[in-house]
């Protein structure tokens, strides 16, 4: 008996040293508790800013929210992590509460990674590249290659300066795409646009701090097509000429030249100025394809990659391929789509 006792003691001592008795471990189950509500809370008030505010009165607010919207597909992995985390500790509302938010925040995701049935088109097919060139860094070899390979007939070029104009030009670039409308400037600021066919310059987007050129391809045929260098001002940086770089960039014209806007829309689709654009009768290549989740900002640079650039095309044209391809020294991956386009445009 006396030996028992000891042994017993020990053990009681032995327990509550280690800190694992039942009174020990009521303290950090409230801290878990306090931490899963407070997860909670923040996913919830990210839904209202994405579904509400955004998705039902159509405003990204300021320059902290337009950021936060950008990372919308990573909330939706968080809130089912919180849903198996709250459940495992048993706070079922919790859990409930999360798994709730994290399928209506899943739902506009949906239609990202379902590739569309595709208008009639019976027109030429025209080979569209975008490439932010990280304020004139990227490789020039790089650039040049990616049109020679990707057979592209028209590339707009962001963050376009004097340097990178002369070393594209001494790596080929004309070589395969020789019509060129720029306008290089420094700070990141000039924008281009390089074409297989001839141009004709136009003034469709309307004032903005980056240049953002225009122009009228003639195809062989006579077929028109428009296109748009599109830059527009980063939000962080100031959300209402965000908006305004936005809402300045012209409708599609159903009646007339086909028109394509290609470039760093500084948006994704999660946030409602880049969807008012869409619903001025354009469809995003990638999400036509079902390749709007690939992502394209940043490389080189820490930060959660996210979808910034896009090719946006008139409703009735044909996506056939959309890619985003990696290309040496920038920070932005290049996006590339091959398009069918309508035969109207060859009467435009």
């Known amino acids: 008996m006396p030996c028992f006792s000891f042994w017993q003691a020990g053990a009681v001592v032995s327990t509550e040293a280690r800190g694992s008795g039942p009174g020990a471990r009521r303290p950090s189950a409230r801290v878990m508790s306090a931490l899963v509500v407070a997860a909670l809370v923040g996913v919830a008030a990210f839904a209202v800013l994405r579904l509400v505010v955004s998705g039902v009165f159509g405003h990204d607010g300021n320059h902290y929210t337009a950021a936060a ?54 027109g030429a097919v025209l080979r569209v590249a975008a490439l932010n060139l990280y304020f004139g860094g990227a490789d020039p070899e790089a650039v040049v290659e990616l049109v020679r390979e990707r057979r592209i007939d028209v590339l707009t070029l962001l963050e376009f300066d004097e340097s990178a ?8 670039l004309r070589d395969a795409l020789p019509h060129i409308v720029a306008y290089p400037a420094g700070a990141g600021v000039g924008s281009g646009i390089a074409s297989r066919y001839p141009l004709e310059e136009l003034d469709l987007a309307g004032p903005s701090l980056f240049a953002q050129p225009s122009a009228r391809i003639r195809l062989p045929g006579g077929t028109a097509v428009e296109i748009v260098a599109v830059h527009a001002l980063p939000p962080v940086t100031d959300a209402t000429r965000w908006r ?72 009735s044209v044909a996506v056939l391929d959309f890619a985003a391809v990696d290309v040496a020294a920038s920070d932005h991956r290049a996006v590339v789509a091959t398009l069918r386009l309508p035969e109207r445009a060859a009467n435009a």
């Open 165 to 172: 104009y002369s070393a594209l030009e001494d790596a080929g």
């Open 69 to 122: 919207l950008a990372l919308t597909p990573y909330v939706v992995p968080a809130a089912v992590g919180l849903t198996l985390v709250a459940s495992v500790l048993r706070r079922r509302g919790v859990a409930v509460l999360s798994a709730v938010l994290a399928v209506a925040l899943a739902v506009p995701l949906v239609p990202r990674v379902l590739a569309d049935s595709q208008p009639e088109a019976g």
């Open 244 to 315: 305004s770089d936005l809402a300045g960039l012209p409708p599609a014209d159903p009646t007339g030249a086909v028109r394509v806007l290609a470039g760093d829309f500084n948006a994704t689709l999660d946030h409602a100025a880049f969807r008012e654009l869409l619903d001025a009768g354009y469809v995003d290549a990638a999400e036509s394809t079902g390749e709007a989740l690939v992502t394209t900002w940043p490389r080189r640079r820490l930060g959660p990659p996210v979808t910034l650039d896009h090719v946006l095309v008139d409703e």
